[in-house]
């Protein structure tokens, strides 16, 4: 198949098909095949319509003949050198003659089910940048007439970094959603989790999966400490760590042991991995070696600059080196076009500032974050912040 947008549609109504049958017949055994073997029903049914259109009907006979039957036994879907269906159609989309963030954007879209606003959040662009980036790719690939077709073992290399950026920004958006009245989409950063495993299996020698699955499996393990009672959230220093799952934390420092052990030089997931692995180790806030993680930081920054990196950095160094060390580094981030409508700048800032008993300055930075996030549970974080900041200053 080389028409992407065609592939979008069938795959969405193989789906609207199974929201119809599976209440009544069941979920089947292997749902993933099933619903891979659906779309091929349904695209293999257009063709032969579009056939009939043109009166080639004993062309296309004569291709079933010949061919045999079209449809695909479900079980044979997964018999391949991926093995799985989702991971195998990410590979698929994730085509080298996209570039890197056009292969992302439209994968996330496509197979990641974001929206717009949840990949620009991601990218920390405007939304019209991605909407424009998805459009493009999708004429790239018809224009080019490429095959809509499971890749090579060979090519897998060529489009592993694009995977991974996409596993990485589903499971982020699970872990902290965009736009949503809850604070996680735990489902997102299961599927994620599932995915980084069956790529770790497939991939066993890359250093950088297995950073990626490490810091995954580190990063899931909080899910129970995440949110209180009433789904509000709870910040990292106030969880109760007896809740974090500690046999993902031990599945996370066995990958992230695998991914140092293989690695020539450490990359920017298992960088990642390693500071999460820092908050795991620790039994206790206190316990935290925040200099670690502000060196760690430093080591990402020089790697993949960027200024969510260096907003994260100034978090280290603040509770390495004191509130004002990192109040500087936030403060350089305050022209940064990209961070404008970025929720955490002024969050982290609202932080620092309180730290340093600056509370009438902290209040108006907790605001503006307030206004900035688009999730409903962090927008009510964000306003309880500033108004402790309101009952700290009058009791001063």
Not at 73 to 78: C, G, Q, T
Request: net charge negative; charged share 25%; hydrophobic share 45%.
């Amino acid at each position: 198949m080389q028409d992407v947008g065609l592939a979008e549609e069938l795959a969405q109504d193989a789906l609207v098909i199974a929201l119809g049958k599976w209440p009544e017949s069941g979920v089947p055994g292997n749902p993933g095949a099933w619903l891979m073997a659906t779309a091929k029903h349904r695209a293999i049914d257009l063709v032969r319509r579009r056939v009939r259109y043109d009166r080639k009907l004993q062309e296309l006979g004569h291709e079933l003949e010949t061919q045999g039957p079209a449809g695909p036994d479900p079980d044979a879907a997964m018999d391949d050198h991926i093995g799985d269906d989702l991971l195998r159609l990410i590979f698929t989309a994730c085509h080298p003659v996209l570039s890197t963030e056009a292969r992302t954007a439209l994968t996330l879209r496509l197979l990641g089910g974001l929206t717009t606003e949840e990949i620009a959040r991601g990218f920390l662009v405007p939304e019209p940048t991605v909407a424009q980036r998805i459009v493009r790719a999708k004429r790239t690939l018809a224009g080019k007439k490429v095959r809509f077709e499971m890749p090579d073992r060979d090519e897998l290399p060529d489009r592993l970094a694009s995977v991974l950026a996409v596993l990485y920004l589903v499971f982020n958006e699970g872990y902290t959603a965009t736009v949503s009245e809850d604070w996680m989409r735990p489902a997102l950063c299961a599927e994620a989790l599932r995915l980084g495993r069956v790529l770790a299996g497939l991939m066993p020698e890359e250093p950088e999966v297995h950073g990626l699955l490490a810091l995954m499996e580190i990063q899931a393990s909080r899910t129970r400490a995440r949110t209180g009672p009433s789904g509000e959230p709870i910040l990292l220093l106030d969880q109760d760590r007896g809740l974090w799952d500690r046999l993902l934390i031990r599945r996370g420092l066995a990958a992230l042991e695998r991914a140092e052990a293989l690695g020539d030089g450490i990359g920017p997931y298992t960088l990642q991995a390693a500071i999460a692995a820092c908050h795991a180790r620790a039994l206790t806030p206190g316990d935290t070696d925040w200099a670690r993680i502000a060196a760690l930081y430093q080591v990402l920054a020089y790697i993949t600059p960027s200024p969510v990196v260096e907003l994260n950095r100034a978090v280290g160094v603040g509770m390495a080196y004191g509130p004002e060390r990192g109040l500087q580094i936030a403060d350089t981030l305050t022209s940064e076009r990209a961070l404008d409508s970025y929720a955490q700048l002024p969050a982290v800032r609202g932080d620092l500032l309180a730290r340093l008993g600056r509370l009438d300055e902290a209040r108006r930075e907790f605001r503006r974050a307030a206004t900035l996030t688009r999730n409903q549970r962090e927008r009510a974080l964000f306003l309880d912040r500033a108004a402790g900041c309101g009952r700290e200053s009058s009791t001063m």
